[in-house]
Protein backbone atom coordinates (compact mmCIF):
# COMPACT_ATOMS: atom_id res chain seq x y z
CA UNK A 1 0.00 0.00 0.00
CA UNK A 2 1.71 3.23 -1.06
CA UNK A 3 1.55 5.88 1.53
CA UNK A 4 3.02 9.62 1.24
CA UNK A 5 3.25 11.66 4.84
CA UNK A 6 3.97 14.70 4.54
CA UNK A 7 5.53 17.16 7.47
CA UNK A 8 7.03 20.43 8.00
CA UNK A 9 4.60 22.91 7.90
CA UNK A 10 3.22 25.46 9.97
CA UNK A 11 2.63 29.04 10.74
CA UNK A 12 5.55 31.74 9.85
CA UNK A 13 5.74 35.47 9.25
CA UNK A 14 6.61 36.74 5.40
CA UNK A 15 10.19 36.41 4.47
CA UNK A 16 10.64 33.69 6.45
CA UNK A 17 11.51 29.73 5.28
CA UNK A 18 10.35 26.19 5.88
CA UNK A 19 11.24 22.48 4.82
CA UNK A 20 8.21 20.20 3.70
CA UNK A 21 9.09 16.65 4.00
CA UNK A 22 7.29 13.52 2.56
CA UNK A 23 8.18 10.44 3.80
CA UNK A 24 7.22 7.50 1.46
CA UNK A 25 6.27 3.54 2.13
CA UNK A 26 4.78 1.15 -0.06
CA UNK A 27 6.55 1.03 -3.03
CA UNK A 28 10.19 1.97 -4.91
CA UNK A 29 10.86 4.93 -3.76
CA UNK A 30 13.73 5.63 -5.51
CA UNK A 31 11.94 4.27 -9.02
CA UNK A 32 9.71 6.99 -8.99
CA UNK A 33 9.17 10.67 -10.32
CA UNK A 34 8.20 12.68 -7.25
CA UNK A 35 6.53 16.41 -6.71
CA UNK A 36 4.95 18.76 -4.56
CA UNK A 37 2.18 20.51 -5.21
CA UNK A 38 0.23 23.25 -3.30
CA UNK A 39 -3.89 24.45 -3.23
CA UNK A 40 -4.85 27.56 -1.88
CA UNK A 41 -8.34 28.53 -0.59
CA UNK A 42 -10.67 28.56 -3.06
CA UNK A 43 -8.59 27.68 -5.99
CA UNK A 44 -7.53 24.25 -7.57
CA UNK A 45 -4.39 22.43 -7.08
CA UNK A 46 -0.92 23.26 -9.07
CA UNK A 47 2.24 21.69 -9.24
CA UNK A 48 4.79 23.40 -7.81
CA UNK A 49 8.43 21.54 -8.44
CA UNK A 50 8.52 17.76 -9.57
CA UNK A 51 11.76 15.93 -9.85
CA UNK A 52 12.88 12.62 -11.57
CA UNK A 53 14.28 9.32 -9.79
CA UNK A 54 17.85 10.34 -11.67
CA UNK A 55 17.08 13.97 -9.97
CA UNK A 56 16.58 16.17 -12.71
CA UNK A 57 14.06 19.23 -11.17
CA UNK A 58 11.29 20.87 -12.87
CA UNK A 59 9.55 24.02 -11.58
CA UNK A 60 6.33 25.60 -12.38
CA UNK A 61 7.74 29.16 -12.09
CA UNK A 62 10.98 29.17 -13.29
CA UNK A 63 12.08 32.36 -12.30
CA UNK A 64 11.31 32.35 -8.12
CA UNK A 65 14.19 30.55 -7.36
CA UNK A 66 12.52 30.42 -3.93
CA UNK A 67 11.66 26.77 -3.91
CA UNK A 68 14.02 23.74 -3.93
CA UNK A 69 13.02 20.33 -4.33
CA UNK A 70 15.18 17.04 -3.33
CA UNK A 71 15.06 13.83 -2.47
CA UNK A 72 16.93 11.18 -0.24
CA UNK A 73 16.20 7.70 -1.92
CA UNK A 74 17.93 6.28 1.31
CA UNK A 75 15.65 7.61 3.74
CA UNK A 76 12.72 7.50 1.11
CA UNK A 77 11.73 11.73 1.68
CA UNK A 78 11.16 13.72 -0.48
CA UNK A 79 11.98 17.98 0.67
CA UNK A 80 11.14 21.30 -0.43
CA UNK A 81 12.61 24.32 0.66
CA UNK A 82 11.00 27.29 0.18
CA UNK A 83 12.82 30.99 1.24
CA UNK A 84 11.15 34.26 1.32
CA UNK A 85 7.43 33.06 2.07
CA UNK A 86 4.98 35.43 1.09
CA UNK A 87 1.47 35.44 2.44
CA UNK A 88 0.47 34.38 -1.25
CA UNK A 89 2.62 31.16 -0.55
CA UNK A 90 -0.75 30.14 1.79
CA UNK A 91 -1.90 26.43 0.74
CA UNK A 92 -1.90 22.92 1.44
CA UNK A 93 1.13 21.45 0.11
CA UNK A 94 1.00 17.83 -0.87
CA UNK A 95 3.40 15.61 -2.04
CA UNK A 96 2.84 13.07 -5.18
CA UNK A 97 4.66 9.84 -6.48
CA UNK A 98 4.26 8.50 -9.86
CA UNK A 99 4.40 10.33 -12.58
CA UNK A 100 2.04 9.60 -15.87
CA UNK A 101 2.83 13.39 -17.05
CA UNK A 102 4.83 16.10 -16.38
CA UNK A 103 1.91 17.47 -13.41
CA UNK A 104 -0.41 14.56 -13.71
CA UNK A 105 1.11 11.59 -10.40
CA UNK A 106 -0.74 8.71 -9.56
CA UNK A 107 -0.22 8.40 -5.45
CA UNK A 108 -1.29 11.76 -3.26
CA UNK A 109 -0.24 12.41 0.54
CA UNK A 110 -3.15 14.37 2.97
CA UNK A 111 -1.16 17.53 2.92
CA UNK A 112 0.63 20.02 5.20
CA UNK A 113 -0.50 23.32 5.99
CA UNK A 114 1.70 26.55 5.63
CA UNK A 115 0.37 30.04 6.40
CA UNK A 116 2.38 33.08 6.20
CA UNK A 117 1.62 36.15 8.09
CA UNK A 118 2.46 39.80 6.67
Known amino acids: QVRLVESGGGSVQAGGSLRLSCVGS????????MGWFRQAPGQGREGVAR???????TYRDRSSGRFTISRDDAKNTLYLQINGLKPEDTAMYYC????????????WGQGTQVTVSS
Open 51 to 57: ITSSGDT
Open 26 to 33: GFRFSHLA
Open 96 to 107: AAGSRSLWDFNY
